[in-house]
T-cell receptor, first 114, second 112 residues
Framework: DAGVIQSPRHEVTEMGQEVTLRCKPI?????LFWYRQTMMRGLELLIY????????DSGMPEDRFSAKMPNASFSTLKIQPSEPRDSAVYFC????????????FGPGTRLTVT | QKEVEQNSGPLSVPEGAIASLNCTYS??????FFWYRQYSGKSPELIMS????GDKEDGRFTAQLNKASQYVSLLIRDSQPSDSATYLC????????????FGKGTLLTVNP
C-alpha cells in the first residue's frame, strides 16, 4: 500500500491568501484525521471523519479553517484567509476503526505563511 | 483541559545504554496509552501501546504503566543511534473512543 498521501509537501504563502491541503487516505480505512503540529502546542487534532462524514471539528481553531471529505479517497483542509500563526506542519492520518490507537500518518505539509 | 506532559529533552545516552522516557497525564479516566516515534522531518509512527498496569515488552522496548500515579514510561534497552528521534506519548481521553491527546515529545539522542 502507498500509505497516506498528502500534497503539497511544502507551501509558502502570503498572509490573506487561501491555502488548500490535500490528503488521500489508505484504501479501505474508514477514519480520517487532520492534525496540526507546532513546537509550542505539539500535535493537535483538528477534525476527524468517519466514512466521509465529519464527526468532531471541535479542534478547528476558527471559522477560517474548513475541511471536506467528498469521497472515501480524498479530503481537503482549507484555510481562508491564512495568517502567520497558521504556520505549522499539517498531518493527515487514517485508520481502520478506532481500536488500538493506531493512526497512519501521512508525510505532512509544512505550511509557512509570511 | 486534559494534559499529557513530557520532558522536552534532549535526553542524551551513549550507544548500548538504557534510555528512559517518561510521561504523566491528567485524565484519570484514561485507559489506553501509546508511544509514537517521530524522526526529524518525518511523521509519527506507533511503536507501543499499553492498557494495563505493569510492563509490556516488545523487543528492545518496554512500556510501563502506573494508573494510580498517572504515569507512563518507555524504556529502550541497548539504545542504538537509529533510535535517535522524538518520542511522543499519547493518551486516549477517558470516555472517548477516538481522541488521542499527545504530549509534545521528548527528543532522544543516542551517541555512538
Amino acid at each position: 500500500d502507498a500509505g497516506v498521501i498528502q500534497s503539497p509537501r511544502h507551501e509558502v504563502t502570503e498572509m490573506g491568501q487561501e491555502v488548500t491541503l490535500r490528503c488521500k487516505p489508505i484504501s479501505g480505512h474508514d477514519y480520517l484525521f487532520w492534525y496540526r503540529q507546532t513546537m509550542m502546542r505539539g500535535l493537535e487534532l483538528l477534525i476527524y471523519f468517519n466514512n466521509n462524514v465529519p464527526i468532531d471539528d471541535s479542534g478547528m481553531p476558527e471559522d477560517r479553517f474548513s475541511a471536506k471529505m467528498p469521497n472515501a479517497s480524498f479530503s481537503t483542509l482549507k484555510i481562508q484567509p491564512s495568517e502567520p500563526r497558521d504556520s505549522a506542519v499539517y498531518f493527515c492520518a487514517s485508520s481502520l476503526g478506532l481500536a488500538g490507537g493506531q493512526r497512519y500518518f501521512g508525510p505532512g505539509t509544512r505550511l509557512t505563511v509570511t | 483541559q486534559k494534559e499529557v506532559e513530557q520532558n522536552s529533552g534532549p535526553l542524551s545516552v551513549p550507544e548500548g545504554a538504557i534510555a528512559s522516557l517518561n510521561c504523566t497525564y491528567s485524565d484519570r479516566g484514561s485507559q489506553s496509552f501509546f508511544w509514537y516515534r517521530q524522526y526529524s522531518g518525518k511523521s509519527p509512527e506507533l511503536i507501543m501501546s499499553i492498557y494495563s498496569n505493569g510492563d509490556k515488552e516488545d523487543g528492545r522496548f518496554t512500556a510501563q504503566l502506573n494508573k494510580a500515579s498517572q504515569y507512563v514510561s518507555l524504556l529502550i534497552r541497548d539504545s542504538q543511534p537509529s533510535d535517535s528521534a522524538t518520542y511522543l506519548c499519547a493518551v486516549r481521553d477517558g470516555g472517548s473512543n477516538y481522541k488521542l491527546t499527545f504530549g509534545k515529545g521528548t527528543l532522544l539522542t543516542v551517541n555512538p
